[in-house]
C-alpha cells in the first residue's frame, strides 16, 4: 500500500487527524445539547414560543435560508454574525443546523486556528476563530473565504526544486510538471490532476515531493462512505487530495493544481436542495 504524503502545518495536522481517526471531535462548537430529536419535538409544540424566546436566533437562520436559495456556487459567499447571540441561542442553532460530513481546520497568520463544519444543509457553514463567541460566524456558500484566502495569502508563489536525493525515481518530472501547472493556472481554469496512485513513485520520491511543496494551511476531512482529506501544500494553487478506505489505508493519491478542489466545494443544486430543507426546518421549529 502506498504511503501518503502529508502535507499540513503541525496545529493543523493533529486537530484535523483526531477528527479522521475519532479521537476527539474537531466540532468544538458546542457540547452538551439537548439531542436534536426531543429539541425537535419541542419545537414542534411551541415553535411560536421558541420564536419569542429567541428573536435573534430566527432572524439569523431566516436570512441564511434566504441566502442559500439565491446562493450559486462562484458568488461570493454571505456571513452572518453571532456575537449578538445569547448560549441558548448558539445551541439552538447548533440543534437546527447539525453536523455534517465536512470539517476542517485553517491556520491563521498568528498561530491560532480557524475551525469550520459544513451543516447537515450542504453549503451552509459554521466557522469560528479562537474560542470567542464574537469571532464565530454562518457563512452561506461554496466553501468558506478564509480557505481560498489562506491557500492564497499564506503559500509560496512558486516551486524551488532542490537535486534529487539518491534512490529517487520519478519525482523531478513531476515536480517540474507541477511547477509549470502552478505558474501558468488562473482563475476559471480546469484542475489539473496528477494520480501519484498510478506513478512510480518510491518511498524516497514521496518523501522528497512533500519536502518540496512544504506544508500549507488548510486541511479539510470528508467523512462518508469513506474519509477524503484535501490539504494545501506550501505552493499556492497545489492541493493533495487523499481517499483512505476503512482502515485508513489510501486507496487513492492525488495532486490538484487549481482552486480549491471540487470535492470540497458545494455546487448549485446542493444550495436548491438545501434551500428547500431549510425552509421545511423552519417552519417545524418556528411556526
Wanted: charged share 20%; with cysteine.
Amino acid at each position: 500500500m502506498k504511503t501518503a504524503i502529508r502535507v499540513i502545518s503541525d496545529g493543523a495536522d493533529g486537530a484535523a487527524n483526531d477528527l479522521a481517526t475519532g479521537t476527539r471531535s474537531l466540532d468544538v462548537f458546542y457540547s452538551g445539547l439537548t439531542s436534536a430529536r426531543a429539541l425537535a419535538q419541542r419545537a414542534w409544540r411551541d415553535g411560536n414560543e421558541l420564536a419569542r424566546t429567541y428573536p435573534n436566533a430566527t432572524a439569523v437562520l431566516s436570512n441564511a435560508a434566504a441566502a442559500v436559495a439565491r446562493q450559486r456556487s462562484g458568488a461570493r459567499t454571505q456571513l452572518y454574525g453571532l456575537a449578538n447571540l445569547s448560549d441558548p441561542e448558539r445551541k439552538l442553532i447548533a440543534e437546527v443546523l447539525g453536523a455534517g460530513e465536512v470539517a476542517g481546520v485553517v491556520a491563521l497568520p498568528d498561530g491560532s486556528l480557524a475551525q469550520i463544519r459544513e451543516s447537515v444543509l450542504a453549503g451552509i457553514w459554521r466557522v469560528r476563530i479562537g474560542s470567542g463567541p464574537a469571532r464565530e460566524y454562518l457563512e452561506v456558500g461554496a466553501i468558506p473565504q478564509i480557505v481560498r484566502r489562506a491557500a492564497t495569502d499564506l503559500t509560496s508563489v512558486d516551486l524551488a526544486i532542490g537535486p534529487a536525493p539518491v534512490g529517487a525515481m520519478n519525482v523531478q518530472p513531476v515536480l517540474a510538471e507541477i511547477r509549470e501547472r502552478a505558474r501558468g493556472w488562473r482563475f476559471g481554469m480546469r484542475a489539473h490532476v496528477i494520480n501519484l496512485t498510478l506513478l512510480p513513485m518510491s518511498v524516497i520520491d514521496l518523501a522528497f515531493l512533500q519536502q518540496s511543496l512544504g506544508n500549507g494551511p488548510v486541511q479539510l476531512i470528508f467523512r462518508g462512505y469513506s474519509t477524503c482529506r484535501v490539504q494545501a501544500t506550501g505552493i499556492r494553487n497545489v492541493w493533495s487530495v487523499q481517499f483512505f478506505n476503512s482502515t485508513d489505508n489510501i486507496i487513492l493519491d492525488t495532486l490538484e493544481i487549481g482552486d480549491v478542489p471540487i470535492v470540497a466545494l458545494a455546487a448549485d443544486e446542493d444550495f436548491q436542495d438545501s434551500a428547500e430543507r431549510m425552509q421545511e426546518i423552519i417552519e417545524a421549529y418556528f411556526t
